[in-house]
């Protein structure tokens, strides 16, 4: 797990929070975002990022100012700001580790991989990616075990 998927995660976490929109954002960006640098990110949203920082403090680290910006920003903003972060999350998560379900099992059939009974043949790895919440009888890798 990659520190800038951490953190992505962690403030999307706390974008779901009790406070409002404003303090959510708030402590999202300055327990997440302060410590990362675009370089850290993948191409498709170094730039997002970047806007993203350079809207709430720029160059400063101080997190006086980064609460005025969010106190002063319009209602829709702060909607936008949040929407973005949760995108850029999103895309982070295309690159994380896929993890294998519960409902995933190694065989002592001989079959590689059981997913609810059904044998996925011979192909683990596109069955993960492919057959994943679709149900056994609709993917292409399943046999029955």
């Known amino acids: 797990m990659s520190f800038a998927w951490e953190k992505f995660d962690a403030a999307v976490h706390t974008l779901a929070g009790p406070d ?3 303090d959510r954002l708030y402590e999202a960006y300055t327990q997440n975002f302060m410590q990362l640098r675009p370089k850290e990110l993948p191409a498709e949203i ?18 006086e100012k980064i609460r005025d910006l969010i106190s002063s920003a319009k209602d829709a903003e702060i909607r936008w ?5 949760l995108q850029m999350h999103a895309v ?11 409902n995933f099992r190694h065989s002592r059939s001989g079959c590689p991989l ?11 790895d596109q ?6 919440g679709r ?5 292409p890798y399943a046999r029955q075990n």
Request: proline content about 8%.
């Open 20 to 22: 409002t929109e404003r």
């Open 46 to 63: 170094r730039t997002h990022f970047s806007k993203l920082t350079a809207r709430l403090s720029g160059d400063a680290k101080d997190t």
């Open 81 to 85: 700001m949040i929407n973005l972060i």
């Open 92 to 102: 982070l998560t295309q690159y994380q580790p896929f993890p294998i379900p519960d």
């Open 114 to 124: 059981v997913i609810s009974g059904w044998c996925v043949a011979d192909q683990p």
């Open 127 to 132: 069955a993960l990616s492919i057959c994943v």
């Open 135 to 139: 149900s056994p009888d609709t993917c």
